[in-house]
Every structure is written in structure tokens, then in C-alpha cells.
């Protein structure tokens, strides 16, 4: 019984970082691998983020096969478009990370619609 009271006072964004939309959007890459663009980083971590959440929701039973390999491939789409940018650019402006940070609140929030949808029994 306390296990339950347990679990229910646990925020689900705790277990689905991907849902922590604030957070996401305040997380910080370390650059000290090859990519020294922070803002980047920081489209490059989310995209991860979401893929991973995606994977175990999928192996958890909360999402099809063919809504996980969507939701993946939309999110490798935007870090490729954001590599591309940084990359003609020489790096990623402020406005760019915002305008891909916003995809990737959509990508997140289809994805949590799924994944925190209450258990029917």
C-alpha cells in the first residue's frame, strides 16, 4: 500500500524527462566532445532524450511500433536540420534554438499524451 502512495506522489515528468518541458528546455549539453556549439548541444540532447523516452515507452507497452519509429524519426529530422543550419552558418543562433526547441515541445507533448495516458482496467 505505501508503494502506491509512493508512486503517486512522484511527479510522471520524473519518469518521462521528455514530459518536463521547462526542464528541457533549460538543459545544458556538455561540449567537451566534438561539437563545441552549445545551443547544438543542447537540440542534439533533447533529440536523445525524446528517443530514449520513445524506446521505452515502446518496450513498456505505451506505444506502437510504427508511433515510435514517427516520433523518432521526426526528432532525428530536427537535429539534422539543426546540424545542417549550424553547419553553413558556422553555428546555431538563439532564434534557430528556438524555432527547433518549439518542434520539439510538439514532438514531446504527442509523445506524453501517449505515455501519461491513465491505465483503464
Not at 19 to 29: F, V
Not at 32 to 61: E, Y
Not at 94 to 112: I, M
Request: aromatic content about 4%; glycine content about 6%; overall charge negative.
Amino acid at each position: 500500500m505505501a508503494l502506491n502512495h509512493t508512486a503517486a506522489a512522484v511527479p510522471p515528468s520524473q519518469f518521462w524527462p521528455t514530459c518536463n518541458i521547462s526542464e528541457q528546455q533549460g538543459i545544458r549539453a556538455d561540449n567537451s566532445g566534438s561539437d563545441s556549439d552549445p545551443l547544438l548541444s543542447h537540440i542534439s540532447l533533447r533529440v536523445n532524450v525524446i528517443q530514449a523516452d520513445a524506446g521505452t515507452a515502446r518496450k513498456a507497452g505505451k506505444l506502437s511500433e510504427s508511433q515510435t519509429e514517427m516520433i523518432w524519426h521526426h526528432a532525428d529530422r530536427i537535429r539534422a536540420d539543426a546540424t545542417r543550419y549550424a553547419h553553413e552558418q558556422g553555428f546555431l543562433s538563439a532564434a534557430e534554438r528556438a524555432s527547433f526547441d518549439r518542434e520539439l515541445d510538439e514532438v514531446a507533448g504527442r509523445l506524453c499524451a501517449r505515455i501519461l495516458q491513465p491505465v483503464r482496467g
